[in-house]
Protein backbone atom coordinates (compact mmCIF):
# COMPACT_ATOMS: atom_id res chain seq x y z
CA UNK A 1 0.00 0.00 0.00
CA UNK A 2 1.26 3.37 -0.83
CA UNK A 3 -0.28 6.48 -0.58
CA UNK A 4 0.56 10.17 -1.60
CA UNK A 5 -0.34 13.17 -0.73
CA UNK A 6 -0.37 16.35 -2.59
CA UNK A 7 -1.44 19.75 -2.95
CA UNK A 8 -0.16 23.36 -2.42
CA UNK A 9 2.48 23.96 -0.57
CA UNK A 10 0.90 27.49 0.44
CA UNK A 11 -2.12 29.04 1.12
CA UNK A 12 -3.49 32.37 1.69
CA UNK A 13 -4.93 33.14 5.56
CA UNK A 14 -8.84 32.98 4.50
CA UNK A 15 -8.46 30.76 1.51
CA UNK A 16 -9.18 27.30 1.48
CA UNK A 17 -6.81 24.33 1.32
CA UNK A 18 -7.18 21.66 -0.62
CA UNK A 19 -5.07 18.14 -0.34
CA UNK A 20 -5.45 15.47 -2.41
CA UNK A 21 -4.44 11.38 -1.08
CA UNK A 22 -3.33 9.13 -3.83
CA UNK A 23 -3.82 5.39 -3.21
CA UNK A 24 -1.95 2.97 -4.70
CA UNK A 25 -2.11 -1.44 -3.88
CA UNK A 26 -5.34 -1.57 -2.77
CA UNK A 27 -8.85 -0.19 -4.31
CA UNK A 28 -10.30 2.48 -1.42
CA UNK A 29 -13.84 1.33 -3.30
CA UNK A 30 -13.92 -2.37 -2.24
CA UNK A 31 -12.07 -1.84 1.07
CA UNK A 32 -13.34 -2.64 4.43
CA UNK A 33 -11.14 0.65 5.81
CA UNK A 34 -11.50 4.29 6.44
CA UNK A 35 -9.19 6.79 4.96
CA UNK A 36 -8.74 9.88 6.70
CA UNK A 37 -6.66 12.66 7.27
CA UNK A 38 -4.15 13.94 10.19
CA UNK A 39 -1.97 16.91 10.86
CA UNK A 40 0.77 17.73 12.94
CA UNK A 41 2.50 20.71 13.83
CA UNK A 42 5.12 21.87 16.78
CA UNK A 43 2.69 24.15 18.60
CA UNK A 44 -0.16 21.21 18.44
CA UNK A 45 0.88 18.14 18.23
CA UNK A 46 -0.72 14.88 16.28
CA UNK A 47 -3.77 15.89 15.43
CA UNK A 48 -6.67 13.73 14.11
CA UNK A 49 -8.61 15.49 11.21
CA UNK A 50 -11.47 12.98 9.81
CA UNK A 51 -12.16 10.00 8.27
CA UNK A 52 -14.77 8.92 5.68
CA UNK A 53 -15.49 5.04 4.23
CA UNK A 54 -16.73 4.72 0.65
CA UNK A 55 -19.99 3.79 2.53
CA UNK A 56 -20.19 7.96 3.02
CA UNK A 57 -19.61 7.40 6.68
CA UNK A 58 -17.53 10.60 7.61
CA UNK A 59 -16.02 11.48 11.44
CA UNK A 60 -14.43 14.98 11.37
CA UNK A 61 -12.77 16.61 14.25
CA UNK A 62 -15.58 18.88 16.39
CA UNK A 63 -13.31 21.78 16.18
CA UNK A 64 -13.08 21.14 12.85
CA UNK A 65 -16.48 20.22 11.28
CA UNK A 66 -17.54 23.68 10.12
CA UNK A 67 -14.52 24.08 8.22
CA UNK A 68 -13.35 21.27 7.09
CA UNK A 69 -14.77 18.66 4.11
CA UNK A 70 -13.64 14.55 3.29
CA UNK A 71 -14.58 13.24 0.15
CA UNK A 72 -13.46 10.76 -2.39
CA UNK A 73 -13.32 9.61 -6.16
CA UNK A 74 -12.98 6.19 -6.22
CA UNK A 75 -12.78 6.26 -9.81
CA UNK A 76 -9.08 7.85 -9.11
CA UNK A 77 -8.60 6.17 -6.06
CA UNK A 78 -8.30 8.96 -4.30
CA UNK A 79 -9.72 11.04 -1.19
CA UNK A 80 -9.60 14.61 -0.31
CA UNK A 81 -9.43 17.07 2.31
CA UNK A 82 -10.69 20.21 2.01
CA UNK A 83 -10.30 23.22 5.05
CA UNK A 84 -11.92 26.79 4.41
CA UNK A 85 -11.11 29.98 6.07
CA UNK A 86 -7.47 28.71 6.67
CA UNK A 87 -5.63 30.59 9.48
CA UNK A 88 -1.88 30.77 10.77
CA UNK A 89 -3.09 28.07 13.24
CA UNK A 90 -3.45 25.64 10.42
CA UNK A 91 0.13 25.22 8.99
CA UNK A 92 0.81 21.74 9.28
CA UNK A 93 2.17 18.63 7.69
CA UNK A 94 -0.87 16.88 6.98
CA UNK A 95 -1.17 13.01 6.43
CA UNK A 96 -3.28 11.20 4.64
CA UNK A 97 -4.09 7.47 6.50
CA UNK A 98 -5.51 4.29 6.20
CA UNK A 99 -7.56 3.59 9.17
CA UNK A 100 -9.31 0.04 10.73
CA UNK A 101 -12.36 1.67 12.25
CA UNK A 102 -10.99 5.12 13.59
CA UNK A 103 -6.81 3.85 13.82
CA UNK A 104 -4.68 4.82 11.61
CA UNK A 105 -2.80 1.36 10.46
CA UNK A 106 -0.69 3.03 7.79
CA UNK A 107 0.27 6.64 7.06
CA UNK A 108 1.21 8.52 3.86
CA UNK A 109 4.54 10.48 4.37
CA UNK A 110 2.83 13.74 4.90
CA UNK A 111 3.10 16.88 3.29
CA UNK A 112 3.71 20.51 4.38
CA UNK A 113 0.85 23.08 3.85
CA UNK A 114 1.86 26.87 5.35
CA UNK A 115 -0.48 29.60 5.81
CA UNK A 116 1.06 32.59 4.89
CA UNK A 117 0.19 35.66 2.44
CA UNK B 1 -12.26 15.48 24.80
CA UNK B 2 -9.94 13.37 26.22
CA UNK B 3 -6.80 14.71 26.88
CA UNK B 4 -3.75 12.70 26.95
CA UNK B 5 -0.74 13.23 28.81
CA UNK B 6 2.67 11.54 28.65
CA UNK B 7 5.68 10.81 30.34
CA UNK B 8 8.33 11.39 30.73
CA UNK B 9 8.36 14.09 27.68
CA UNK B 10 12.13 12.80 26.72
CA UNK B 11 14.71 10.17 27.86
CA UNK B 12 18.19 9.34 27.39
CA UNK B 13 19.42 5.67 27.21
CA UNK B 14 21.85 3.50 26.05
CA UNK B 15 21.41 0.08 23.69
CA UNK B 16 20.78 -2.80 25.40
CA UNK B 17 18.70 -0.48 28.36
CA UNK B 18 14.69 -1.25 29.40
CA UNK B 19 12.59 1.95 29.34
CA UNK B 20 9.24 2.60 30.25
CA UNK B 21 6.96 5.23 28.72
CA UNK B 22 3.12 6.70 30.31
CA UNK B 23 0.54 7.69 29.08
CA UNK B 24 -2.50 8.58 30.92
CA UNK B 25 -6.26 9.41 29.44
CA UNK B 26 -8.23 11.80 31.18
CA UNK B 27 -11.07 9.67 31.31
CA UNK B 28 -11.11 6.06 30.83
CA UNK B 29 -10.69 5.12 27.30
CA UNK B 30 -10.99 0.86 28.08
CA UNK B 31 -8.72 -0.91 25.97
CA UNK B 32 -8.94 1.74 23.28
CA UNK B 33 -5.48 2.62 23.53
CA UNK B 34 -2.32 2.60 20.73
CA UNK B 35 1.10 3.75 20.26
CA UNK B 36 2.35 4.92 17.21
CA UNK B 37 6.38 5.53 16.42
CA UNK B 38 8.09 8.42 14.74
CA UNK B 39 11.70 8.85 13.56
CA UNK B 40 12.55 12.37 12.61
CA UNK B 41 11.36 13.42 8.75
CA UNK B 42 9.01 10.53 8.96
CA UNK B 43 5.76 9.75 9.03
CA UNK B 44 4.33 7.81 12.04
CA UNK B 45 4.03 4.27 11.98
CA UNK B 46 1.76 2.12 14.19
CA UNK B 47 3.65 0.03 16.52
CA UNK B 48 0.95 -1.54 19.00
CA UNK B 49 -3.03 -1.09 18.96
CA UNK B 50 -5.07 -2.27 21.64
CA UNK B 51 -2.69 -1.45 24.04
CA UNK B 52 -0.81 -5.10 23.63
CA UNK B 53 -1.37 -6.11 20.11
CA UNK B 54 1.95 -5.59 18.12
CA UNK B 55 1.33 -4.54 14.82
CA UNK B 56 2.85 -7.05 12.31
CA UNK B 57 6.99 -6.52 11.88
CA UNK B 58 7.08 -5.13 14.77
CA UNK B 59 9.69 -6.33 17.79
CA UNK B 60 8.64 -8.42 20.15
CA UNK B 61 10.96 -6.18 22.23
CA UNK B 62 8.12 -3.70 22.41
CA UNK B 63 5.08 -4.24 24.79
CA UNK B 64 1.97 -2.47 25.60
CA UNK B 65 0.00 -2.90 29.14
CA UNK B 66 -2.75 -1.01 30.75
CA UNK B 67 -6.63 0.02 30.66
CA UNK B 68 -8.79 2.93 31.09
CA UNK B 69 -6.95 5.81 32.01
CA UNK B 70 -3.24 4.46 32.86
CA UNK B 71 -0.89 2.46 30.03
CA UNK B 72 2.85 2.01 29.53
CA UNK B 73 5.00 1.18 26.60
CA UNK B 74 8.48 -1.00 27.07
CA UNK B 75 10.89 -1.35 25.30
CA UNK B 76 13.42 -4.37 26.51
CA UNK B 77 16.92 -4.17 25.14
CA UNK B 78 16.65 -1.45 23.06
CA UNK B 79 18.00 -1.02 19.68
CA UNK B 80 19.70 1.84 17.71
CA UNK B 81 16.45 1.73 15.32
CA UNK B 82 13.93 2.63 18.37
CA UNK B 83 16.32 5.83 19.30
CA UNK B 84 12.77 8.13 18.10
CA UNK B 85 9.55 9.64 19.19
CA UNK B 86 6.34 7.70 20.46
CA UNK B 87 3.07 8.80 20.27
CA UNK B 88 -0.22 6.89 22.80
CA UNK B 89 -3.35 7.30 20.85
CA UNK B 90 -7.42 6.59 22.36
CA UNK B 91 -9.95 5.96 19.84
CA UNK B 92 -12.62 5.89 22.43
CA UNK B 93 -14.35 8.98 21.40
CA UNK B 94 -13.95 11.30 19.07
CA UNK B 95 -11.78 13.59 18.89
CA UNK B 96 -9.39 10.67 18.77
CA UNK B 97 -6.24 12.48 20.40
CA UNK B 98 -2.88 11.75 20.71
CA UNK B 99 -0.48 12.06 23.57
CA UNK B 100 2.15 15.04 23.14
CA UNK B 101 4.83 12.33 22.54
CA UNK B 102 8.33 10.84 24.31
CA UNK B 103 11.38 11.29 22.27
CA UNK B 104 13.75 8.78 23.09
CA UNK B 105 17.47 9.64 22.67
CA UNK B 106 20.70 8.26 22.53
CA UNK B 107 22.66 8.75 26.32
Known amino acids: LQMQESGPGVVKPSETLSLTCSVSGDSISGSLYFWGWIRQSPGRGLEWIGRLSQTGITDIHPALRSRATLSMDTSKNQFFLHLSSVTAADTAVYYC??????????WGQGTLVTVSS | DIQMTQSPSSLSASVGDSVTITCRAS??????LHWHQQKPGKAPRLLIYTVSSLQTGVPSRFSGSGFGTDFTLTITSLQPEDFATYYC?????????FGPGTTVDIK
Open chain 2, 89 to 97: QQTDSSPFN
Open chain 2, 27 to 32: QSVASN
Open chain 1, 97 to 106: ARLVGKLPDQ
